[in-house]
């Protein structure tokens, strides 16, 4: 996000100068790549958790949480860029998201999005941290369990 901001920002910066712009769409291949690299990421580390926590009886469930996290996804994204659309062009004043790409801030709504991806990442080292101790403390019990188990079986004849 911060990529997409800094290349409208100059192409808002070069429209504004009231010169000819020169910019070829070879500007959004780093934000586009960079994009997809996240997404691959993102997918292949979010199943393979949900495979990994999950027993081999709920893999299909495992594949279900995906999608549905993917429609939720969606449909929130959907739902900020018509409130965005609607909060900032109260009053009479020109959206951020303007049809007409020089009289909106896109950039504005690129920020916004970008704060919005920190707090999720924050969220997300929340989740972690929680995750971690929980996995932590209950490895410790198992692990009791089975010692005691193995040492019920061992003083056996």
């Known amino acids: 996000m911060v990529v997409s901001t800094i290349v409208e920002t100059i192409r808002r910066d070069l429209a504004n100068s009231n010169t000819t712009i020169v910019m070829s769409a070879m500007w959004l291949v780093l934000q586009f790549v960079l994009l997809g690299l996240t997404e691959a990421f993102n997918a292949i580390g979010q199943l393979e958790f949900y ?4 027993p081999n009886s709920m893999s299909s469930l ?5 999608m549905v996290s ?3 996804a969606s449909l929130v994204a959907s739902l900020l860029t018509n409130i965005m659309d609607s909060v900032t062009g109260q009053g009479g004043g020109v959206s951020w998201l303007s049809s007409d790409i020089e009289k909106g ?6 920020w ?6 920190l707090l ?19 490895s410790r019990l198992s692990h009791a369990i ?3 188990r193995f ?4 003083g056996k004849p």
């Open 62 to 66: 495992a594949m279900v949480m995906f």
């Open 151 to 154: 040492d019920g079986i061992e």
């Open 51 to 54: 495979y990994s926590e999950l």
């Open 70 to 72: 993917v429609a939720v």
């Open 112 to 117: 916004l999005l970008t704060f919005l991806t």
């Open 105 to 110: 801030h896109v950039d504005y709504y690129y």
């Open 146 to 148: 089975d010692k005691e």
């Open 120 to 138: 999720n990442f924050v969220y997300y080292l929340i989740c972690c941290r929680v995750h971690q101790s929980f996995s932590s403390s209950e």
